[in-house]
């Protein structure tokens, strides 16, 4: 039996006495931001527009703000949600906290119902967005010399790589959020401790709404996209655990189109929180890579097996968010499961709920 909650009534509400959104578990990552922003407020999310807060939530939330304001799960202060007894409860830190803990990585599916999200908010402001692309021989000098810079810069600077193979594939862009008016100085500092001149180099100050459009691929991105896509954890950023990456990548079948390997730092807020404070067990390690092709599914599965086993010596383990098939749930959780195993069982001792894995 598949649950649709989209017709939960609710949508988005916002406490400003507490700063905190009230947010229904369907609702969309566009209708959120695009609502929290008409208050000058924000929460961090995920790229995507058609992605479900709930979804998001449950596995971690990874993405532009996350530097700074960490994950979406971290930003959670309590979840209502019926539970597979019948019951409904809130989870908070004061109350089933155990449940809480496991709500905030633990994975979509697993535990209850979750009806409603409550989220600390923080002001929407305006951001620099810088753009350098840093030619293909380069690439994994610019990952490690990307990693370790921004490993170390200011909390408020968030960062990502992207490399294409396949067909439009050439070089290796990283793109910078920054402070308004701050994205020209950060790219030259970028580009120095790389130590690599790019070949291109933009920057641009955008509002909330366009800077979360940006990543939303357009204000007009609001159909969601079939693609096929996997992660690995990368633990350490050394210059061979780059070149793995590097190679990992290349191992795209080239005439079948294009994919791309998109790396995610995991410092900064993302590393104040104790591995074992959340069910997100990744919070002592290098970056997510997120490998994503919208080609053909048998060449997508090929490349995901070649692009696992490229970096293997390198990766910890996977993102539940990019759940893959026939993987075991120790590859998402790390030291994390016995815990979650612990709480599922608790609350979902005959195991109505169903998650994939
Ligand atoms: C285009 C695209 C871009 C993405 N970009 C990012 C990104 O930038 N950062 C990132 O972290 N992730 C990203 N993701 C991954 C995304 O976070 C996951 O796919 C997430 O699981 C989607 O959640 P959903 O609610 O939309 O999907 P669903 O398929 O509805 O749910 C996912 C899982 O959660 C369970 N679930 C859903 N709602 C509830 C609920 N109310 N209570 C309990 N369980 C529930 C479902 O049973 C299922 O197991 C992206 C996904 C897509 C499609």
């Not at 490229?310 to 499961?337: C, H, I, M």
């Amino acid at each position: 039996m598949i649950i649709d909650l989209r017709q939960l009534p609710g949508g988005i509400s916002y406490d400003e006495d507490r700063g905190l959104a009230t947010i229904s578990a369907a609702t969309q990552l566009d209708s959120v931001q695009t609502s929290l922003a008409a208050q000058d407020r924000s929460i961090p999310s995920g790229s995507c527009p058609t992605v479900g807060i709930a979804g998001l939530a449950l596995g971690g939330g990874l993405g532009c703000d996350a530097r700074r304001s960490g994950l979406t799960c971290d930003a959670l202060v309590s979840a209502s949600a019926v539970l597979p007894s019948g019951e409904a409860i809130t989870a908070s830190a004061d109350d089933h906290a155990d449940l809480f803990w496991a709500l905030r990585g633990g994975g979509g599916g697993n535990f209850g119902v979750v009806t409603s999200f409550t989220f600390r908010t923080f002001p929407a402001t305006d951001r620099d967005i810088a753009t350098l692309v840093f030619p293909e021989g380069a690439t994994a000098q610019a990952i490690a010399g990307w990693h370790e810079w921004l490993h170390n810069a200011d909390h408020a600077i968030w960062g990502m790589v992207n490399i294409t193979a396949g067909s439009g594939s050439g070089g290796c862009t990283i793109v910078l959020a920054t402070p308004a008016r701050d994205g020209p100085g950060r790219a030259s500092d970028l580009s120095a401790a790389i130590g690599v001149h790019p070949v291109s180099n933009t920057s641009r100050t955008l509002n909330r709404i366009d800077f979360v459009h940006y990543f939303e691929g357009g204000a007009q991105a609001t159909q969601p996209r079939a693609f096929v896509a996997g992660s690995d954890i990368i633990g350490e950023m050394t210059a061979t655990a780059a070149e793995s990456i590097v190679a990992a990548t290349s191992t795209w079948p080239q005439p079948a189109g294009s994919a791309t390997t998109v790396i995610e730092s995991l410092s900064g807020s993302v590393s104040d929180v104790d591995s074992g404070d959340t069910a997100f067990p990744w919070r002592r390690q290098a970056a997510s890579v997120q490998w994503y092709t919208e080609a053909a599914v048998e060449f997508a599965n090929e490349w995901l097996a070649n692009a696992h086993a490229a970096v293997q010596a390198y990766s910890v383990g996977g993102y539940v968010n990019y759940l893959e098939p026939d993987t075991p749930a120790s590859r998402y959780f790390g030291d994390n499961l016995a815990r979650l195993a612990a709480v599922r069982q608790k609350y979902d001792p005959d195991g109505l709920m169903y998650s994939g894995m």
